[in-house]
């Protein structure tokens, strides 16, 4: 009997630069006036090759170049990296990889260069159709460089997604589903729509201390989930997570791959992994990255072992996002619980599968605080 095949493996890879900080974002990105692109690069790769020195045996299934901005990337540093990544791997069949963008018509030029490189999916943050909604949110593109850059990418890759952002202070439902409908008029395969946050230490945060934003009523913004999840159906694009509409089949793999729990190694600033039975954390300052690149040849800043019933958490909490849900019964679960739940509509069991129901999904950080033990 032939030994079963290795997992593949997915790969992040972070660039933490932006041209601007926007309001809302938390996320592990920074402003420098310059930045020296070919020693990034070869930190990058120096980054990469410790991973793949402890991944070996694997091919990847996914790549995913997140931040930041990564469309600020040289095109020739992303093809470093995808052939560096190709050389230490090897990719499965039909490899998805993903570039985050944004759609300023300097990074939009840039766009047949980056296919030409290797990216075969971009998702694109346009996160507003709306001129007075981009610049509440601080973006630095309006609504027809947006367009603009939309069609740009449907013309050059094979796969095109693109973020939007609802549920701000005073959106209506008739906005929001215009909104909607022009987005998912254009036909694209895939989808993220996120509701607005406010996340601790951002600039909107520091707006709603002080009674100078107000965000949506809870109540609001659950009725425009609701909307959402009914529009992005009728047109074929269901969720298959919380925030993520699909066609079948256009669903990331390489989100789907966190979901699942599956293994994957992060490189570049404050990039996470899991592999091995370990926790990878990356250090999230760029200066501190690459001090620790050049001291140590790699930016880890931690390793953690996860214990079997940490992993059986995290696999929980992951896959509960999902529509398809994970396989029913699994330990872990208070099934008095999930019994109560399931009755009030909130969790469905059936085909041997336990899933969050939409209505679920609206308050699924209280069932996960519910079930899981």
């Not at 560096?84 to 047949?112: D, K």
């Not at 992060?266 to 370990?278: D, F, M, N, S, T």
């Not at 029913?328 to 336990?354: F, K, S, T």
Request: with cysteine.
């Amino acid at each position: 009997m032939n030994a079963p095949e290795t997992p593949a493996l997915a790969l992040y890879i972070h660039w933490p630069f932006c041209v601007s900080k926007c309001p809302y974002c938390d996320f592990n990105s920074h402003v420098r006036e310059s930045v020296d692109q070919a020693r990034w690069r070869d930190a990058l790769l120096a980054d990469l090759a410790y991973e793949a020195r402890r991944t070996p045996g694997r091919r990847l299934a996914s790549i995913f170049f997140g931040g930041g901005t990564p469309s600020l990337m040289p095109p020739a540093t992303v093809a470093a990296l995808i052939a560096a990544a190709e050389a230490h791997w090897g990719f499965a069949p039909e490899i998805e990889i993903t570039l985050e963008a944004n759609p300023s018509s300097v990074e939009a030029a840039r766009f047949a260069d980056l296919a030409a490189a290797g990216v075969n999916r971009v998702s694109l943050g346009l996160q507003s159709l709306d001129d007075s909604a981009l610049r509440f949110l601080g973006r630095a593109h309006d609504a027809e460089e947006g367009r603009a850059a939309l069609a740009t990418a449907r013309s050059v890759f094979d796969r095109v997604s693109f973020d939007l952002i609802y549920a701000l202070p005073g959106q209506s439902e008739a906005g929001w589903a215009n909104e909607l409908r022009q987005a998912l008029s254009w036909a694209t395969h895939h989808l993220s729509l996120y509701q607005l946050t406010i996340e601790p230490g951002t600039r909107f945060a520091a707006l709603a201390a002080r009674g100078a934003l107000v965000p949506a009523d809870p109540d609001a913004s659950a009725a425009l989930y609701e909307l959402t999840q009914d529009l992005t159906a009728s047109a074929g694009l269901p969720a298959y997570e919380i925030s993520n509409h699909a066609r079948p089949g256009e669903e990331s793999r390489h989100n789907l791959a966190y979901w699942r729990y599956q293994p994957y190694a992060g490189i570049g600033p404050g990039a996470h992994g899991r592999r091995g039975g370990l926790a990878t954390q990356r250090h999230k300052k760029p200066e501190n990255w690459l001090a620790a690149v050049a001291r140590n040849g790699h930016g880890i800043a931690g390793e953690t072992a996860i214990s079997p019933e940490e992993a059986r958490t995290e696999a929980l909490l992951m896959g509960l996002r999902l529509a398809e849900g994970i396989a029913d019964a699994p330990d872990g679960l208070d099934m008095a619980a999930v019994e109560r739940l399931a009755a009030q509509g909130l969790l469905a069991r059936e085909g041997g599968r336990l899933r969050t129901t939409p209505r679920g999904m609206l308050v699924l950080d209280a069932i996960l605080t519910e079930i899981v033990t």
